[in-house]
């Protein structure tokens, strides 16, 4: 499914997926993909720069990438969806995206991969390059160090801090796209999704929190924009089903899906 947006790239991706079981935990799944360290830089993942490069592996016989499954949760594994399961495609398609460089370094401190802090250049995610604030100020300069003014666009709320490449921006009416920072920083969901609290993403593929019921497995355009801006040029618009999709996804949500989000 995903890979049909990829059809002018080939590459074997291989990924260590690590299962748990955790019914407490309201956390679907999380992955990632390694990158050099690189101070001053912005790096491509290894997932990322394999596909990019039509196969070349960068790190050797090391698995490119990393995913970890919560199976405690209630998953729907097929194309039927109950209200009460969760997607198991739409979230295989997140958590790959992830891993293909859909992700920032950035922490709470405004550090990078690495740890450094604001005006010590760190190692970046090709994504840090075009986040923004609302003035269309970078929180990270070419060289790799982090605005010490900045820290707190992290955590300013909806619209705060967003991404400012040229695809993304095109595709979204000419705007920059809000990602997700909430006052509270969350690790691993703060920076590196679309913005929940933004209506016209709340049910798009790449928010940090998923709804239960059939979802849209369906890219939008500010989501490919994105992949663009981070190096996916030869990137595909894809086929039809996707409308069928969300208008049965529309379908459950007026049957009275369970509203519960869950983070992913
Ligand atoms: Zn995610």
Do not use: C
């Not at 690590?18 to 050099?36: D, E, H, K, P, R």
């Not at 802090?117 to 994504?127: H, K, Q, R, V």
């Not at 595709?171 to 920059?176: E, F, I, K, V």
């Amino acid at each position: 499914m995903l890979g049909a947006y990829f059809t002018n790239y080939t590459a074997t991706l291989d990924y260590d997926v690590v299962s748990y079981s955790s019914t407490t935990l309201n956390t679907l799944a999380s992955a990632g993909s390694g990158s050099f360290v690189v101070p001053g830089s912005f790096q491509q993942t290894f997932v990322q720069s394999k596909i990019l490069s039509n196969g070349v592996d960068a790190n050797g016989t090391a698995a490119d990438g990393e995913i970890n499954w919560n199976f405690g949760q209630n998953w729907g594994l097929t194309d039927n969806v109950a209200a009460n399961e969760f997607d198991f495609k739409k979230v295989a398609v997140h958590e790959l995206l992830h891993s293909f460089g859909f992700a920032s370094y950035t922490q709470s401190d405004g550090a990078g991969l690495t740890g450094q802090l604001p005006g010590t250049a760190d190692t970046w995610a090709i994504f840090d390059q075009f986040l923004t604030d609302a003035s269309g100020n970078r929180l990270i300069s070419n060289a790799g160090i982090f605005n010490s003014s900045q820290v707190a666009t992290l955590t300013g709320g909806s619209g705060s801090l967003l991404f400012s490449g040229a695809n993304a921006k095109a595709a979204n009416g000419g705007a920059s796209v809000n990602l997700y920072a909430p006052a509270i920083y969350a690790d691993g969901s703060s920076t590196s999704h679309l913005d929940d609290d933004t209506l016209a993403f709340a049910d798009l593929i790449m928010t940090s929190s998923t709804y239960a019921g059939l979802q849209t497995r369906t890219l939008s355009g500010v989501e490919l924009g994105i992949l663009k801006d981070i190096g996916y040029t030869n990137i595909s618009a894809v086929p039809e089903p996707s409308m069928a999709w969300l208008m049965l996804g529309g379908l459950f949500v007026v049957l009275g899906a369970a509203r519960r989000r869950n983070i992913l």
